[in-house]
T-cell receptor, first 113, second 115 residues
């Protein structure tokens, strides 16, 4: 069965600092992996996705994630945080032919001036 | 116009009342989903539908029912609302690519409060 673990329910960084949000997954099939962002009072928006092509995936707003099969990880990074990056971030794995996404519990990112 | 719309956006109701949340999509996807979001618990799947005639329970379907009126419409009902159903509810749609669920597209959410 597929599952997702996001390490750290809350991460705080200073503006301009590196953002690293961790996601580990388990999957019985080659996975599709996703990162979503939720800004306050909004729905979830796709940041980026991995679908078995390049292992380094670039998304919107300067974010990227690297698929590491040996570590079953799909960590999200951004070299320099902006105040506007403050939001909650969700990692998800596709659950095969069942057609669902399995979401992690989310990581809330705070950005200090 | 938004691809996935939800109505109402906010609703306050009383214990025991019947509530319907509606979702419409213009993306042409067959697959539609209902989730609830609670702080610290992430998104939990309530029901999902692969097409008009295929409806499936998710991990937390007790106390909820759904109706897929058309490819573009998927409604969630709380037959007799209770306070612990107070949450943020999201509808989503997706396509299927190479046998795996591809990107899910979310509506803006409905904030439901049950007093």
């Amino acid at each position: 069965a597929q599952s997702v673990t996001q390490l750290g329910s809350h991460v705080s960084v200073s503006e301009g600092a590196l953002v690293l949000l961790r996601c580990n997954y388990s999957s019985s099939v080659p996975p599709y992996l996703f990162w979503y962002v939720q800004y306050p009072n909004q729905g979830l928006q796709l940041l980026l996705k991995y679908t078995s092509a390049a292992t380094l995936v670039k998304g919107i707003n300067g974010f990227e994630a690297e698929f590491k099969k040996s570590e079953t990880s799909f960590h999200l990074t951004k070299p320099s945080a902006h105040m506007s990056d403050a939001a909650e971030y969700f990692c998800a794995v596709s659950a095969g032919s069942q057609g669902n996404l399995i979401f992690g519990k989310g990581t809330k990112l705070s950005v200090k001036p | 116009d938004a691809d996935v719309t939800q109505t109402p956006r906010n609703r306050i109701t009383k214990t025991g009342k019947r509530i319907m949340l509606e979702c419409s999509q213009t993306k042409g996807h067959d697959r539609m989903y209902w989730y609830r979001q609670d702080p610290g618990l992430g998104l939990r799947l309530i029901y999902y539908s692969f097409d008009v005639k295929d409806i499936n329970k998710g991990e937390i379907s007790d106390g909820y029912s759904v109706s897929r009126q058309a490819q573009a419409k998927f409604s969630l009902s709380l037959e007799s609302a209770i306070p612990n159903q107070t949450a943020l509810y999201f509808c989503a749609t997706s396509d299927l690519v190479s046998g795996l669920t591809d990107t899910q597209y979310f509506g803006p959410g409905t904030r439901l409060t049950v007093l």
